[in-house]
């Protein structure tokens, strides 16, 4: 009886292991069954451009963890460089557009309209006549008329050809000084006069080789103009004269 019960014991533990072994061949067959049905999927989906795929299923078949499409270790460092970049440029136009203001704001000021305002003024004569190129003392001045540029530049040009019996040679270029005994290179109508050579006159071919340089350099309100208090002064004037 003992012997049949132990036959019976080794007949069931040998069904048990070769139904054992059955079932470990084929999860064994499917495996590469399972891996090839998965890749395909892989690739349909990167063909149509997804952007993301599972995380599971491979790692539990493969025993790994997968990377997803387009996420390999260089892309990814790409990608941080490119997130960079753009954060560097966003700075840098941000940049450019708080520098580009500034510069604006920088760019010499030559508006000299609006009567309401006393303007300080900066202004040089220019002399650009080839090998005579020269810049004249700089001048500062009050202007409180409402002018263009182009009035201005003839207000200048016609007050410096006014006053070339008072304006000294350049020794630059022009080679004026105070020796009277060597005449200035150039013009040739400079004269000797209070110890040093003046321009005095300039051929009328070289004066339009006059420039002048200007820029406003501040700007004051003008005080009212009172005009009923000076009516009521210029009345009590009369009145006072025709009493006496």
């Given amino acids: 009886m003992s012997n049949w019960y132990e036959r019976n014991q080794e007949r069931d533990a040998a069904g048990r292991s070769s139904n054992g072994v059955i079932w470990l061949f084929g999860q064994m067959m499917m495996l590469p069954l399972t891996v090839f049905v998965y890749g395909m999927e892989l690739f349909v989906k990167t063909i149509q451009g997804r952007q993301s795929v599972p995380d599971d299923g491979m790692d539990v078949i493969a025993g790994r963890t997968t990377l997803l499409p387009y996420e390999t270790p260089h892309n990814r460092n790409e990608s941080t460089s490119s997130r960079s970049t753009c954060v560097t440029d966003g700075s840098a136009k941000e940049d450019a ?7 604006t704001n920088n760019m010499n000021d030559r508006d000299l309209s609006d009567n309401d305002m006393l303007k300080l003024v900066r202004y040089k004569v220019l002399f650009i006549k080839r090998d005579y190129e020269v810049a004249f003392p700089e001048v500062e001045e009050l202007v409180s008329d409402d002018l263009t540029d182009t009035a201005y530049t003839a207000w200048k040009v016609a007050e410096f050809i006014q006053s070339l019996d008072e304006t000294a040679v350049p020794k630059k270029k022009w080679e004026g000084g105070t020796d009277g005994g060597k005449k200035p290179k150039y013009p040739k109508y400079a004269q000797y006069t209070g110890g040093k050579w003046v321009i005095h006159k300039l051929d009328e ?27 009521i002064e210029v009345l009590e004037e009369i009145r006072d004269r025709i009493k006496v």
Avoid: G, N, W
């Fill in 205 to 231: 071919e070289d004066k339009k080789y006059i420039r002048v340089y200007y820029e406003v350099l501040d700007r004051y309100p003008r005080e009212k103009f009172k005009h009923d208090e000076r009516q």
């Fill in 97 to 103: 557009a708080q520098t580009i203001p500034k510069e």
